[in-house]
């Protein structure tokens, strides 16, 4: 069981592994046809990145999928059309800034340091939930 699923759980929310899809972006809006025609379709969906989302979208422009009637929809990294999107989409912002300096900074320091250590630090950097229209 993932981190995700232990979450879940522990809120009250039990996963449904068909809801769960890992696939090339070329499958995804085969995947969304698959799973919005199942009797107990989710009610909400999660896309991971900006391509999942696009075709998340796409699908839903073309096959009139009303957001957040018939589906609730959460993105993440905070794309640049999230806010002016109709309706609004929520969003998972991640500070990418932050994440690409500090990259840099540990890159330049082993490049530097050709015998130094590799520094073994887990780096967290805090996302941010942004509540618009979409769910």
């Known amino acids: 069981m993932n981190a995700c699923e232990k ?14 899809v890992s696939t ?3 499958h995804i809006q085969e995947e969304l046809t698959r799973m919005l025609a199942m009797h107990n379709h989710p009610t909400a969906l999660l896309a991971l990145n900006d391509r999942v989302l696009t075709e998340v979208l796409a699908y839903a422009k073309e096959h009139k999928v009303n957001i957040p ?15 002016f999107y109709h309706p609004a989409l929520t969003t998972v912002a991640q500070p990418v800034f932050a994440m690409g300096k500090k990259a840099a900074e540990l890159l330049l320091y082993k490049i530097g340091n050709k015998a130094a250590e590799v520094d ?15 769910c």
């Open 24 to 26: 090339e972006i070329v």
């Open 120 to 134: 073994r630090e887990v780096y967290r950097f805090e996302p941010k939930l942004i509540i618009r229209e979409s």
């Open 7 to 20: 979450r879940l759980l522990r809120h009250g929310s039990p996963t449904n592994k068909d809801y769960l």
């Open 69 to 83: 009637g018939d589906v609730a929809l959460i993105g993440i990294d905070d794309v640049s059309f999230a806010e």
